[in-house]
Every structure is written in C-alpha cells, then in structure tokens.
C-alpha cells in the first residue's frame, strides 16, 4: 500500500477527536494554566500535551503495524485484548462523577509546557487507550506517509483542541457549557468506544 490509507486515518482521527473532547484531568490542567498564566501559558501547556500524546500515537503506530507484518497471530491475540479494552475503558467513562471529574486543584509551579507534556506522557491511560483503538484501524502494508500521517494526526487534534480550549473557552460561558455536559460527552465517547470494540469482534 503506497497511497495513504485514507479510511484508517479518518477513522483514527474520529476516535482521537473525541477522546480530546471528553472533558478529563488533561482539560483540568491546560485550563489551571490558563487561569494561572494566562493565555500564553495555557497555550503552551495544549502543545506541551499534544506533543505528548503524539509521540504515544507515533509509537504506537510503529510498534502495531510491526507486530501485524511478523507476528499476526500475536496481533489478533492484542486485537482481542483490545477489544476487551475498549469496552472496560468505555465503561469506566460511562460511569464518570462530574462532582469528582471537576473537583478542586493546587495550583502547580511547573510550567504550562511540561505540565501539559507530563500529564499526557505520563498517563497510563493514554496508553492503553491508543493502543486499544489503533489495534482496531490499522491495516497490514501502510504506507511510511499513512504511519506519519495517523500519528501526526493525533497531535494536531489534541495540541488544536487545547489550544482552542486555552484562547477561546476559558473565562466564557462556554467552558460551563462544557462541564454542565462532560457526562454526556463521556458517555458518547464510551458508546463509540463500545461500537469500536465489537467491530474488531466481528471482524476476526
């Protein structure tokens, strides 16, 4: 496969859209920054996490499409344990608290950057999460550019999203939008979830 895999990466970057959505402790910390810092402190604390998480989904990536090319056995052994994933990780968002999900911090004294950095390279959540998902997209045979592409995908929707969350919803009505419906928006993102996992199921 020499062109992009254009289905894999779109269907990645839904799931990675709505996993940077989901209001969390990763949306608790670059808002902290925000108000802390200010704007430019909140905007460098949404790059520090995107880079984060892209060297996850970089890594990720690579390691995945590896196993799938020599070991496929082992892949649908971990597409399995994926699938199994997905539906825990579902449920443990369906069963969100907001009173717990938005409950009081101490300020930090690091700076945005490698606060925003450290809370999403640092958080086996993340990771369990990436590879649960992408072991349900990718395919044999991607292409250099299609690898790139998924990764860097992923950086950008979360950095963009904490960016925007930095400039443009913090100090608004918006961001008490956002709160009032992180339980929605949790459950949703744990339907898709669940959607993922059995369709790894039925496709084995």
Known sequence: MTDLAMDVILA?????????????????????????????QGV????????????????????????LEEAPALFIGLQLIGAVLLGWYGWQMWQVDAGVLFEEHEPS???GFSEGFAIAFFNPKIAVFLVAVLASVLEEGMS????????????????????????????????????????????????????FGLSVLVGL
């Not at 990645?12 to 704007?39: C, D, E, K, Q, Y």
């Not at 790059?47 to 990720?60: E, W």
């Open 144 to 195: 250099l550019a299609s690898k790139l592409a998924v990764g860097g995908l992923g950086m950008t929707i979360d950095a963009l999203w904490y960016v925007i969350v930095a400039t443009v919803l913090s100090g608004t009505a918006r961001i008490d939008w956002l709160k009032h419906h992180a339980v929605f928006l949790h459950r949703l993102t744990a339907v898709v979830l669940w959607a």
């Open 44 to 67: 460098m604390c949404a790059l520090g996490h995107g880079l984060g998480f892209g060297l996850y989904a970089g890594t990720a990536v690579f390691g995945l499409i590896v196993l």
């Open 12 to 40: 990645a970057g839904a799931v990675f859209a709505l996993g940077a959505v989901s209001p969390g402790p990763s949306l608790m910390v670059v808002l902290r920054n925000t108000l802390i810092g200010g704007r430019q």
């Open 109 to 111: 004294a690091r700076q």
